[in-house]
């Protein structure tokens, strides 16, 4: 192991035990903090407001962000529904839990967060999209699911509802801004054309600005309900006394986003309110994972991280956001609706990205492909009008390796992977993807992937490629 390396993991093995020894802030009869995680269906980071969005309305969000600290560099395992959410409950990469293929349901053998919370005294709660089977379900004491409209009045309900003689940690799941989307979608005051910021890889059109404006809708009804949450907090006077977290489970659902490995697709908004420990209006450029999730939960209960947990502690960057838990981040890109085998890093400068399957274009989940958007897309490809960024989810086959430099390109549109003048960084990141997948037992065959179970123009379900296993 080079020396490099070794001091790396020296000290990130430091920074863990400083995060258990760093005390807790105290309270009432010095009660352990409650734990409130509100999760999103394909929000994207750049459609919040505290990110820099010049027109979306997200004021309770945005509130957090000013009252606690924002993550600019805080990454995603996947950029895919089950698989992300099964990563962060479990603290384990997809590919490690066995269930890193959309749909799969978590095997009974996976720990979930919940399970040494419960044994420390805690009331668990799932309220919302669960997504991880029946196998794991007794791990959690309350589990309630609903349609979006009510997902509000659904997370107020169970606050209520819950022991008051026991700290609590929810799961606040949310549908939006998952598609499809309709005038019930819709919030007061709809947004408009003119709300819009189109990324360069969507063509800009009518056409495209209202898919992407019912999509900010769904946003602004996720931060809605956050805002109902927050007031009961506050009417129960527990909120001085609550760690709360808001981020999404993969990227906004259009072309070249969820299911990727880009900023786009895995880049997600990580927001933390934690009175007493973070200095409100903080802003953290230190590079994170979600698979950090499930051991800081533990550390603010005051627990010991499982030994199954593949990330780390990130007590040390709540109190410090300068401070450095880790040097890359790892994502994967697995079945979704379609076949697919990629794996991503990013630095806190770089995004490298290797495909196993280049025959295979780079085509968006099947939500996606039935959009209107992606309609549109077809036709102007048809008509020649799609520039090169625009035509890039059709082409096959693909380069197998990528390499982006994101603080001069941040939407990945440059491929740096074959410029003599980034070798060295090549290397770096392929040694980097060789131990973590070795360490992390990521084995597959690339000729033995499970196949597309839709058409990769239409979207409709092929029955006999259909995926083996669904779980809601």
């Known amino acids: 192991m080079a020396l490099s390396r070794i001091l790396i993991v020296f000290t990130l093995a430091a920074l863990t035990l400083l995060s258990f020894a760093t005390p807790r802030p105290c309270c009432a009869a010095d009660a352990p903090p409650n734990v409130i995680i509100f999760i999103?269906?394909?929000?994207?980071?750049?459609?919040?407001?505290?990110?820099?969005?010049?027109?979306?309305?997200?004021?309770?969000?945005?509130?957090?962000?000013?009252?606690?600290?924002?993550?600019?560099?805080?990454?995603?395992?996947?950029?895919?529904?089950s698989p992300s959410r099964c990563s962060t409950l479990t603290g384990r990469y997809p590919h490690s839990t066995h269930a890193g293929e959309l749909h799969l349901p978590l095997p009974k053998d996976q720990v979930l967060l919940t399970t040494p919370l419960r044994e420390a005294g805690y009331w668990t709660m799932a309220i919302g999209k669960w997504h991880l089977g029946n196998e794991v379900k007794d791990q959690v004491d309350d589990i309630r699911d609903v349609r979006p409209e009510g997902m509000g009045d659904l997370w107020v309900k169970?606050?209520?509802?819950?022991?008051?003689?026991?700290?609590?940690?929810?799961?606040?799941?949310?549908?939006?801004?998952?598609?499809?989307?309709?005038?019930?979608?819709?919030?007061?005051?709809?947004?408009?054309?003119?709300?819009?910021?189109?990324?360069?890889?969507?063509?800009?059109?009518?056409?495209?600005?209202?898919?992407?404006?019912?999509?900010?809708?769904?946003?602004?009804?996720?931060?809605?309900h956050i805002g109902m949450a927050l007031a009961e907090l506050e009417r129960q006077g527990v909120a001085d006394n609550t760690f709360i977290l808001v981020m999404s489970d993969n990227g906004r659902p259009f072309p070249r986003c969820k299911t990727t490995v880009y900023d786009s697709g895995v880049r997600t908004p990580f927001i933390v309110k934690w009175p007493g420990v973070i200095k409100p209006g903080t802003v953290s450029t230190s590079l994170i994972s979600t698979v950090d999730i499930a051991p800081t939960v533990l550390a603010i209960a005051g627990l010991k991280p499982l030994e199954s947990f593949q990330g780390?502690?990130?007590?040390?960057?709540?109190?410090?956001?300068?401070?450095?838990?880790?040097?890359?981040?790892?994502?994967?890109?697995?079945?979704?609706?379609?076949?697919?085998?990629?794996?991503?890093?990013?630095?806190?400068?770089f995004t490298y990205i290797h495909n196993w399957r280049t025959d295979l274009p780079g085509t968006p989940p099947a939500d996606a492909v039935?959009?209107?958007?992606?309609?549109?897309?077809?036709?102007?490809?048809?008509?020649?009008?799609?520039?090169?960024?625009?035509?890039?989810?059709?082409?096959?086959?693909?380069?197998?390796?990528?390499?982006?430099?994101?603080?001069?390109?941040?939407?990945?549109?440059?491929?740096?992977?074959?410029?003599?003048?980034?070798?060295?960084?090549?290397?770096?990141?392929?040694d980097e993807m060789r131990i973590w997948r070795e360490g992390t037992d990521d084995d597959f065959d690339p000729q033995k992937i499970t196949p597309d179970g839709f058409d990769r123009t239409t979207g409709k379900r092929m029955i006999k490629a259909a995926h083996p296993s669904f779980v809601k």
């Open 40 to 81: 999103g269906d394909d929000v994207g980071v750049d459609e919040i407001g505290a990110y820099g969005h010049p027109h979306i309305r997200t004021p309770n969000i945005d509130r957090l962000a000013s009252q606690g600290v924002r993550f600019d560099r805080a990454f995603l395992t996947c950029s895919s529904c």
């Open 158 to 224: 169970a606050l209520r509802e819950r022991p008051k003689d026991k700290p609590f940690f929810m799961w606040a799941a949310h549908h939006d801004s998952h598609r499809p989307y309709g005038p019930k979608d819709a919030v007061t005051p709809p947004h408009t054309h003119a709300d819009i910021v189109v990324p360069p890889y969507l063509p800009d059109t009518p056409v495209v600005r209202e898919d992407l404006r019912m999509y900010y809708d769904e946003i602004s009804r996720f931060d809605e």
């Open 312 to 349: 780390v502690s990130l007590m040390p960057v709540l109190h410090d956001p300068t401070a450095t838990v880790r040097q890359y981040a790892h994502s994967e890109h697995n079945w979704h609706d379609y076949a697919a085998l990629e794996r991503g890093i990013r630095s806190a400068r």
């Open 370 to 430: 039935t959009s209107t958007t992606f309609r549109e897309m077809l036709k102007l490809k048809e008509a020649g009008k799609l520039t090169p960024e625009q035509m890039s989810i059709f082409v096959a086959p693909r380069v197998e390796e990528e390499l982006y430099d994101t603080a001069a390109d941040p939407h990945a549109l440059k491929n740096l992977a074959a410029d003599p003048a980034y070798a060295d960084v090549m290397k770096a990141m392929r």
